[in-house]
Structure formats: C-alpha cells, structure tokens
C-alpha cells in the first residue's frame, strides 16, 4: 500500500512546490543609504578600508543617547575624563546641581553594525559626508591605536578633507557643496585655538582652588565670566558648515568634550599641510606609523617628528 501511495504523494509535493510564491527580492536601499555608500566608496578611494557601516537604515531609532558628565570644579582633557551614562530621547538622569552634564544625541557611532539614524537622516549633506567619513575612519586599524585625543583630531581633520573631496568628485569644484565644505578644516584650526585658549585657563582656575589659592566662590564666580566669554569668543567665521563652532553645553562637561577634537588638531593640521592636504598621502602616513598602543606623549612627539623630516 505504501509503495503505491508515495509516488502519489511526491507527486502532490512537487506541484505543492511549484505553486510556491518565489521569495521577494531584497529591498532596494533607501535614497540616504545610496548616498551614504557614495561617500564611503570614495573613501575607501583614498584608501580606507571598508567598515560595513551603515547597512542598514533605522529611520525609527532618532540617535544614539550619552551623558558626560563631571564635577562643576573639575575639567578633564577629554572625554576619557568624564564620566559616562546613556541617555534617552528625553535627556540625563544626571543631578545638574552637582555635576556639569554634556546631553549628546550623536547621529552615528564608530561601529561595523551602527544603523543610519533619524538623525543622521535629518542632517545637511555636509554633515552627513563629515559624520560618515569621521565614522568609517575611526575604524581604520592604524588609528585605533592612537590615543583618545590624538585619534580625534587626526579623525577629524581626516574627515573634513574626505568629505570635501567627495564633495568635488562627484559635484564638481564649482558646486555649493564643495564650496562649503573645502574650508571646514581651516575653521576648525580656528575653534580648535578658541578651545585650547579657554581650556587653559579654565584648568588653571581649578587648580587654584583645588590648591586653595582661590575660594570655592570666587572660583564659581570666575567660571561663570569665563564661560561667558568663551561663548563671546568661539563665533568662527564664515560660519562652519558640519560642525558647531562653540562647545554644544557651555560648562565643563562640554569644554572638555570639544577638547578631546581640538587639542592636537593643530598638530594634524600641520603635518597635513606637509602632505599639501592630500588626504591619500596623509592616509599612507598614518598608516605607515609604528604598529604599538601609543602613549599621548608618544604620539605627539612621533608626529611633530614627521613634519620636520
């Protein structure tokens, strides 16, 4: 019975399978994802590895959350200093009279599975070539090693110079786009001067009332004028285009989020100069450095060695 019945019933499998409805294709990458992938391909033009960033799209997700956060008398170098917490859409679980809190919605982080946000979908085409570059750069092997403050600046200054070589390649050296973006790097030596400038002398305050040179009050009242001149100070112009040119929180947290960018930024922006801003040449640079985990120090001191040759 059952020799006689299988045939019978492969049969009914096979026309069961043949009705099958063939599994829809993939669907098509969104606008902002082509657009993502354009600028990455020309990064990995100029010699970037590719990182596998932004392969998806979360237009559900509206960004990454963090808290930074520090004493209102302590200003760290960077934000390897400051203590850290997530967030959410709604802000920091942070006690604000007792520590100086830095909200951040960032747009994208450095990470092979980091989605294209809301955020990021809301930002100007300036930004976003900025932010994808800097991201997919942070993942190169070679700068990984560095240390916090030396990775972002030769990141940032990086990114400023791939986002407007994209801007050429693919609209031209006449288009707003690259109008826009060619002189990022030169603003930001400018912030990155404000920055060291009001970093110093906010540290030096600090110190002297950690030493007891200057009351706790008169301290907090110097903060206060400091921190009003420095919002004075910090109005880069012409007007940057990708990023902001004052720290986003005016305090301490925010202080010394933007200094972990803008203390060796003139560093990097010298030895690109020594490359005459050719971001490939600067790229095999920096990957032709000693395979070691650096010190600040170290890095500092191997790079200014590198101008001078």
Not at 42 to 67: I, L, N
Not at 128 to 149: C, G, M, W
Not at 192 to 208: C, D, P, T, V
Not at 268 to 275: D, V
Request: proline letters at 6%; charged letters at 25%; glycine letters at 6%.
């Amino acid at each position: 019975m059952f020799r006689h019945a299988l045939p019978a019933i492969l049969l009914v499998l096979a026309i069961l399978a043949g009705c099958r409805r063939p599994a829809p294709p993939p669907p098509e990458p969104s606008p902002r994802l082509k657009l993502i992938r354009e600028i990455q391909q020309y990064g990995e033009s100029v010699g970037f590895k590719e990182t596998g960033s932004f392969s998806r799209h979360a237009p559900h997700q509206g960004a990454f959350y963090r808290c930074y956060y520090t004493g209102k008398l302590e200003l760290p170098d960077s934000y390897a200093g400051l203590k850290l917490k997530d967030g959410t859409d709604e802000g920091c679980n942070v006690d604000e009279q007792k520590y100086d809190v830095f909200f951040y919605r960032i747009e994208a982080v450095a990470s092979p599975d980091t989605p294209a946000t809301a955020a990021l979908d809301a930002a100007s085409m300036e930004r976003l070539a900025v932010v994808v570059s800097h991201e997919d750069f942070h993942q190169q092997k070679a700068i990984r090693r560095l240390p916090p403050t030396v990775e972002e600046a030769s990141t940032t200054l990086v990114s400023f110079l791939t986002a407007a070589g994209y801007a050429k390649s693919a609209q031209g050296e006449d288009s707003a786009l690259y109008r826009n973006l060619s002189g990022e790097a030169d603003k930001f030596l400018q912030k990155a001067e404000i920055i060291k400038r009001f970093h110093g002398r906010l540290k030096s305050l600090y110190q002297n009332a950690a030493a007891g040179k200057t009351s706790k009050a008169q301290a907090v009242e110097e903060k206060a004028r400091l921190f009003a001149e420095l919002e004075q100070a910090c109005k880069v112009t012409p007007d940057p285009v990708s990023f902001n040119e004052c720290p986003a929180a005016m305090n301490n947290a925010g202080l010394a989020f933007d200094h972990s960018y803008t203390k060796h930024y003139p560093l990097m922006y010298r030895l690109a100069a020594s490359h005459n801003q050719d971001v490939s040449s600067l790229w095999k640079t920096l990957q032709g450095l000693p395979a070691k985990k650096w010190s600040e120090a170290e890095a500092a001191a191997y790079l200014e060695g590198l101008i001078k040759r």
